[in-house]
């Protein structure tokens, strides 16, 4: 097995997801594997990582060819700038390549109306792309959302509160990218928005996970390409979500948002809740961005599960367009 960066640069072996089974034993079969990451600076390379071990832990005797990308419209730090510069092939050559499969992250959203997003007409042209290019295409949380709006006129609706946490989601559908999924799986979600599963269903798209909590995991539609949706985001590793909520609760003891950060559900452990709960109540009255210094170390439940669902969906993935480039 190989697994390359773009520039033909090995990577080390996964550290967060378990071993399987060759998906393909033929030594023959080349995959070509684009990512389109338009995660904000915090997790522009956590990203990269967790993909990329993904993949390589996916699969098996097969040779991928992995190229990262970025769209010019996400706004990027000068030293994030210089990592896509010097390691990201441009997106102007994403034709040239003959990507097998592609996976398209969310971004942070700015807060408008989708359209109104200042990356929506570069994401846009990628989904118009991808329909006729590739053979399967992932699209990721805000990605997943611009995609159903862009093609069918799905809108999302506001959460009244940000769903974030490990949600427990059940398979309610046979589908090849589902096989070997048994019982619960653990999905970390994070969002502030959703698409509902009668619109997607009107529309003929094919619900494959949901959650009583968070309602729809994972969901599909055939065009020329198979795309593939996530409202969750199974790629998270274990501290995801401790980065995210670290995240907000500095920018709101820095006063850059209102609300407090809820804690993410079914993730830390009770005694960090009991700090954490206990620690809001003191920020919310101080708030003074030196108090997060304060706070005990954070430790996670033991059965988060990191990884585990998307090493299955993404060895399925493989082995569909395994199959399908011989």
């Avoid at 390359?4 to 079969?29: C, M, N, W, Y």
């Avoid at 210089?82 to 441009?90: Q, R, S």
């Avoid at 949706?229 to 209102?258: I, K």
């Avoid at 430790?299 to 585990?308: E, F, H, N």
Wanted: proline fraction near 4%; charged fraction near 25%; charge should be neutral.
């Amino acid at each position: 097995m190989v697994l390359l960066f773009d520039r033909k640069q090995s990577i080390s072996s996964p550290t967060l997801v378990p071993g399987q089974e060759a998906f393909e034993r033929g030594e023959s079969i080349q995959l070509t594997i684009g990512l389109v990451n338009n995660m904000p600076d915090s997790a522009l390379k956590a990203t990269e990582r967790q993909f990329a071990r993904l993949l390589s832990g996916a699969a098996g005797q097969a040779r991928i060819d992995f190229h990262c990308f970025s769209l010019p419209s996400v706004r990027r730090s000068a030293a994030a700038r210089a990592h896509i510069d010097k390691e990201y092939t441009d997106i102007a050559d994403l034709g040239r390549l003959k990507i097998d499969g592609l996976i398209v992250t969310g971004a942070e959203p700015n807060g408008c109306a989708l359209p109104q997003e200042l990356l929506w007409r570069e994401l846009t042209d990628i989904i118009d792309w991808a329909k006729t290019h590739t053979r399967s295409a992932i699209w990721s949380c805000l990605a997943a959302h611009a995609a159903v709006l862009h093609l069918d006129g799905i809108e999302r609706h506001r959460l009244p509160a940000k769903c974030s946490g490990i949600q427990a989601c059940t398979k309610i559908a046979d589908d090849w990218l589902t096989r070997g999924l048994r019982g619960a799986l653990k999905v970390p979600h994070s969002r502030l928005n959703e698409v509902r599963e009668s619109d997607l269903v009107t529309h003929g798209y094919q619900v494959l996970t949901r959650s009583d909590a968070a309602g729809v995991d994972i969901f599909a539609k055939q065009f020329q390409s198979r795309f593939i949706f996530f409202q969750g985001h199974p790629e998270y590793d274990a501290l995801s979500l401790q980065r995210e909520y670290m995240r907000d609760l500095a920018r709101y003891l820095a006063g850059a948002r209102e609300d407090y950060p809820a804690i993410p559900t079914n993730y830390f452990d009770a005694a960090t809740e009991a700090h954490l709960n206990a620690f809001e109540a003191r920020a919310s009255a101080e708030r003074d961005p030196t108090l997060a210094a304060g706070l005990p170390g954070l430790s996670l439940r033991g059965d988060i599960a990191a990884g585990v669902a998307a090493h299955v969906i993404l060895r399925n993935w493989l082995a569909f367009l395994g199959r399908r480039s011989g």
